[in-house]
């Protein structure tokens, strides 16, 4: 199995549930690994038949900018869905991270994987 991925993508959003949450923006970052079959692209070198992850970035980063959940949750199950639907992934794997959310901890956040791995 092949695995394309995207790491350190930093978006602004609006999540969380307090009030000052639901007025200013906050970054988070996400890790994401998605399982594709690149032996296509691999053998002709050309990008129809790979997972363009340029494509992936930019609808994932549209639709985080201008979403406003309350829980991380929500979001990183919207974000998986999209993915795996959107984009014919048969499984995906996301780490959502909201630094800051937690005082004392440097890191804090969900991590979820859907589908199938070896599909």
């Known amino acids: 199995m092949d695995i394309i991925f995207l790491g350190g993508l930093e978006i602004q959003t609006?999540?969380?549930?307090?009030?000052?949450?639901?007025?200013?923006?906050?970054?988070?970052?996400?890790?994401?690994?998605?399982?594709?079959?690149?032996?296509?692209?691999?053998?002709?070198?050309?990008?129809?038949?790979?997972?363009?992850?340029?494509?992936?970035?930019?609808?994932?980063?549209?639709?985080?900018?201008?979403?406003?959940?309350y829980l991380v949750e929500k979001?990183?199950?919207?974000?998986?869905?999209?993915i795996r639907n959107e984009f014919d992934v048969t499984w995906v794997k996301i780490t959502l991270n909201k630094k800051g959310a937690i005082r004392g901890a440097s890191d804090v956040g969900i991590m979820i994987e859907r589908g199938e791995k070896n599909s």
Do not use: P
């Open 14 to 69: 609006i999540i969380g549930i307090y009030d000052w949450e639901r007025e200013t923006k906050q970054t988070i970052i996400l890790d994401i690994e998605m399982a594709f079959d690149i032996k296509k692209a691999a053998e002709t070198d050309d990008i129809q038949y790979t997972l363009d992850y340029k494509t992936v970035s930019k609808r994932i980063i549209s639709f985080v900018e201008n979403s406003q959940f």
């Open 75 to 82: 979001l990183i199950s919207e974000i998986a869905n999209i």
